[in-house]
């Protein structure tokens, strides 16, 4: 599940207002599965929609769809996702791709399980057991909580292992981080292109006594701060290429320099949202 927590919703109501505004306190009581305006738009445009384009008038807790989540209002806040004031003050609403493919369920399934090992075992919602909607549309909420209980990381991480990138990847990963030609989108997609990013990648690496599962969930929450990351990579990168240096020797000094990063990065996630 590849967590990003670099945005924020225009609208939300924080923890200490809910009971003010909804008449309760905020409880995670269940978990609302809705699915997001239409066929075809995009993961990126549902993102500005609730965070800088639309009006701030309605929101949710995450963004997802196959190979990415964002969570754009913290959990423990209330998201107006539900059209229902019980809606919003106990529930996480999640704005799924209406296309659901196998691709999006599976996602989903990682996040509903995610939020469970937080939350409790809270049950599955459709947002139109809250108010009068057609959402969530053809999503199954009977396989989507089937997929959540039969999922684990551990099995994702088993792939990890046997998919590590290799020194040739990282280097062309290392290339990509430090040519200045390339924006940050072309970064990003340069680690996309790679199954597993560098950060895992150097984690197993240097940590070999933490269980693949662990370091998986680590990482991939931290995602949001990879252009931290990508920072420290060029800045090693450039450094050791001016200096001459062979590419086994830039690898290594990335591999260090990465690693370095996400010590910094893990302290920092534990408090975010």
Known sequence: MFLDESLTAKGYTPASQVRQVFGQARAVKSITI????????THDGVCAFFCTTGPGSTSAHYVASAGRVNCIVNPDDAAWHAGNAEGNATSIGIE??????????????????????????????????????????????????????????????????????????????????????????????????????????????????????????????????????????????????SEGATVEQITDAVKQAISESVVKVDVTVEGAK
């Open 34 to 41: 809705h699915w997001w305006g239409s066929y075809g738009q």
């Open 96 to 241: 799924c791709r209406p296309e659901a493919t196998d691709g999006d369920y599976q996602t989903i399934a990682e996040l509903i399980r995610y939020l469970r090992g937080i939350y409790g075992d809270v049950p599955l919602r459709p947002h139109n057991s809250w108010s009068s909607t057609a959402c969530p549309g053809d999503y199954d909420l009977d396989r989507l909580d089937s997929l959540a209980r039969n999922t684990t990381i551990s099995a994702q991480s088993a792939t990890m292992e046997e998919e590590m990138p290799s020194a040739q990847e990282i280097a062309a990963a290392v290339w990509g981080f430090s040519n200045p030609a390339l924006d940050q989108r072309d970064m990003r997609q340069i680690v996309a292109d790679i199954p597993k990013d560098l950060p895992v990648a150097v984690w197993s690496y240097q940590n070999p006594s933490i269980g693949g599962g662990d370091a998986y969930q680590i990482l991939r929450d931290a995602v949001a701060n990879t252009d931290r990351i990508a920072g420290a990579v060029a800045t090693v990168a450039a450094q050791k290429a």
